[in-house]
């Protein structure tokens, strides 16, 4: 499926085998303290470049086509170690950064709950908040959904995109291209430290093939392929 400016959805175009590998970014100090980061520019750990190298070497064996990513520093310099490799420029737009999410940012997970235990029980469930008055999960979609289709669209038949972005950036953007509502985001799990999620072209549009993964994907065998 394809996404519209508007986040209107319609078919891909069948038969072009494109494939679109969304890849959050590594470890950085504040995912150690389980503090909410948003679009605060906060570094890589040096346990977070470790793994970039290492997802790089198996990103890089896929042989991309192109690179994207947010340009906030995690997600850039998790990019660059795909870029060493490849010789691939990255392709940086302040379009992928994660949700923005106001007064929220810089809080750890316990003091969310304990200053805004209503407004994120009612995310949790579903329902479309403004996290700490910041941007609501279509809105998010709405910004990078585009962005990633358009840099696709660039691709040659069978071509590969990795996009280098953040957990709830990409959460939302691929419930976004598999036609899925928003409340049913949710239950896209979430994204370790350097591991990504791999759509592919089908001919009723986009599949989800992995999710989470931190390994070369294996091929499907069996009635379902």
């Not at 969304?22 to 503090?35: D, I, K, S």
């Not at 910041?134 to 069978?158: C, F, N, Q, Y």
């Not at 990504?196 to 549009?205: M, N």
Request: hydrophobic share 40%; proline share 4%.
């Amino acid at each position: 499926m394809a996404v519209s400016a508007t986040g209107e959805v319609s078919a891909a175009k069948p038969g072009r085998g494109r494939r679109i590998i969304l890849w959050r970014h590594g470890q950085t100090a504040w995912n150690v303290e389980r503090r909410f980061q948003g679009s605060t520019d906060v570094e890589l750990t040096e346990v977070g470049v470790a793994q970039a190298r290492r997802a790089a070497r198996l990103l890089a064996s896929l042989k991309p086509d192109a690179i994207i990513a947010s340009d906030l520093m995690r997600a850039a310099h998790t990019a660059a170690e795909l870029a060493a490799l490849t010789g691939l420029e990255v392709h940086r737009d302040e379009a992928l950064r994660e949700t923005y999410a106001g007064v929220w940012q810089g809080l750890t997970h316990d003091e969310i709950i304990a200053r805004h235990g209503e407004e994120y029980a009612a995310w949790k469930c579903g329902e479309p908040v403004r996290r700490g008055g910041g941007e609501l999960e279509s809105e998010v979609a709405d910004r990078a959904a585009p962005v990633v289709l358009r840099h696709t669209d660039k691709l040659p038949d069978d071509g590969t995109l990795v996009v280098v972005s953040h957990g709830g950036t990409i959460r939302t953007t691929i419930g976004r291209l598999l036609g899925l509502e928003p409340h049913h985001w949710e239950s896209l799990g979430g994204l370790s430290n350097c591991c990504w999620s791999v759509l592919g072209e089908g001919a009723r549009g986009w599949r989800l093939l992995e999710h989470n993964a931190g390994t070369l994907p294996e091929p499907v065998l069996g009635d379902d392929d």
